[in-house]
């Protein structure tokens, strides 16, 4: 049972930033929010994730609501090579933890 | 350093016969996790395994079935096939410890005829 809510495509300028939502309303405070990416049915790519701050890494952002039932994954400067379905994870567990994958969001990278 | 690695990467069996999918970790890693990806669809949890034992399993019938062994290397056995099972197996690994990312293999696209 998916635990995230997630829209079913996105269009983004290239150079542009791509902004991506996500709704979990239903997580629990000792649940993680991770980000992964697919391209063209690959292996799922880590991207991100975070608990209740704000995370930068060299790919992107992830900004997690106060209330943390919504976050957003920012790609600051979306290139062709990002179009990818874009999944939002709740992972449940300290251990031997299983990750939830939605239906993720299909990012169209335009020129 | 390899990731992990999954074998074969392509299997078509015709309905009723069995499957084994196989799976070797990233190095260092001790938990796989495997995944079954249907076409157009998010990845769907079947089961962890850690020190040799499943630990967790998601709402997968009996059909599906695993294995770790000592080198921590991991099996995806599939009774019984029915066509419903074509997807996509991935296999992810991890460290059971500390807030890890999973690493996910290309994975098995399995046709069942």
């Known amino acids: 049972d998916a635990k995230t809510t997630q829209p079913t495509s996105m269009d983004c300028a290239e150079g542009r930033a791509a902004n991506l939502p996500c709704n979990h309303s239903t997580i629990s405070g000792n649940e993680y929010v991770y980000w992964y990416r697919q391209i063209h049915s690959q292996g799922p790519q880590y991207i991100i994730h975070g608990l209740k701050n704000n995370e930068t890494n060299e790919m992107a952002s992830l900004i997690i609501t106060e209330d943390r039932k919504s976050s957003t994954l920012i790609l600051p400067h979306a290139t062709l090579r990002d179009t990818a379905v874009y999944y939002c994870?709740?992972?449940?567990?300290?251990?031997?933890?299983?990750?939830?994958f939605g239906s993720g969001t299909k990012l169209n990278v335009k020129p | 350093d390899a990731g992990v690695t999954q074998s074969p990467t392509h299997l078509i069996k015709t309905r009723g016969q069995q499957v084994t999918l196989r799976c070797s970790p990233k190095s260092g890693h001790d938990t796989v996790s495997w995944y079954q990806q249907a076409l157009g669809q998010g990845p769907q949890f079947i089961f962890q395994?850690?020190?040799?034992?499943?630990?967790q399993r998601g709402n997968f019938p009996d059909r599906f079935s695993g294995h770790q062994f000592p080198n921590y290397s991991s099996e995806l056995n599939v009774n019984a096939l029915l066509l419903g099972d074509s997807a996509l197996y991935l296999c992810?690994?991890?460290?059971?410890?500390?807030?890890?990312?999973?690493?996910f293999g290309s994975g098995t696209q399995l046709s069942v005829l």
């Open positions: 992810a690994s991890s460290l059971v410890s500390g807030i890890e990312k999973l690493f």
């Open positions: 994870i709740v992972r449940v567990g300290d251990n031997f933890n299983k990750f939830y």
């Open positions: 395994y850690y020190e040799e034992e499943e630990r």
